[in-house]
């Protein structure tokens, strides 16, 4: 642990951006027509998004959870969710130059930024956040049911409610991680670090250091939103020149 973290969290957040570059570069391979494939239907592609996704949702809550456990002011958790925001927004106007017909209008910045609410809110549901991911599972998993038998509006397939997560219909978009049910991630991922922070307090032990190979990725972990900003950027910058020469 360092500095009021806890190293694995952000080693395996680092991880996580990792794998996240790994598959946006093929992303930007395909969409150059280098590389051949379909990300929006292949499962070797939409299972590893799955993945990246949760994996960051999972560090999310664990960074909540820590947080609150540190007696994190609003003030501080504030300042931190307007740099998401900020970059949220960011996003949203270039993915408006690069995907006019399909631009991020709640990615995963987005959805991060409404659920770090929903999560710092939450917090003291303690084991009660087991079953509120569960729940958040299942209506996600039931609403197409629930839309096509009319016991759901299908307004909540228009832009304005999708971001709930409540459709039968995903939207055009090239990024979309709504609410439900990736909130289920978040409060998984606050359960469990709770529970783990009780377990060791109970120990009277602290956190063994992270193995020395693992310290680079703790570092890029900790500067995950800096990395995320930057790394498209400079891999099309890059791709574009090597096209070019």
Same mark, same amino acid.
């Not at 971001?163 to 049910?181: H, S």
């Given at each position: ?122 917090? !003291?549901?303690?084991?009660?956040? @087991? ?8 209506? /996600?998993? *039931? $609403? =197409?049911? %629930? ?41 998984? !991922?606050?359960?469990?670090?709770? @529970? ?8 009277? /032990?602290? *956190? $063994? =250091?992270? %193995? ?34």
């Amino acid at each position: 642990m360092s500095s009021g973290r806890i190293d694995t969290v952000d080693a395996l957040r680092g991880a996580a951006m990792l794998w996240m570059t790994a598959f946006h570069f093929c992303f930007d391979l395909s969409n150059a027509g280098l590389l051949h494939t379909n990300f929006y239907q292949n499962p070797v592609w939409t299972w590893q998004r799955t993945c990246i996704l949760s994996l960051f949702l999972l560090c999310a809550g664990a960074g909540q959870a820590i947080a609150v456990a540190q007696a994190q002011s609003w003030q501080r958790f504030g300042r931190r969710w307007l740099q998401i925001a900020g970059c949220a927004l960011l996003v949203s106007g270039g993915s408006m130059l690069m995907f006019p017909n399909s631009f991020i209008y709640f990615g995963v910045l987005h959805g991060m930024a409404v659920m770090l609410i929903v999560a710092r809110l939450s917090a !003291g549901c303690g084991r009660w956040l @087991w079953p509120m991911g569960a729940v958040a599972v299942v209506l /996600a998993w *039931a $609403a =197409p049911g %629930a839309m096509e038998t009319g016991w759901l509006d299908t307004a909540f397939n228009q832009k304005a409610l999708n971001w709930i997560g409540l459709i039968n219909a995903k939207p055009i978009t090239e990024d979309y991680v709504p609410l439900l049910p990736w909130m289920a991630m978040v409060w998984w !991922g606050m359960a469990a670090t709770q @529970w783990y922070l009780r377990r060791r307090e109970r120990a009277a /032990a602290t *956190a $063994a =250091p992270l %193995a020395k190979a693992l310290r680079p990725m703790a570092f890029l972990g900790r500067w995950s939103l800096s990395y995320y900003m930057l790394h498209q950027p400079v891999m099309l910058a890059g791709l574009w020149l090597w096209m070019r020469l």
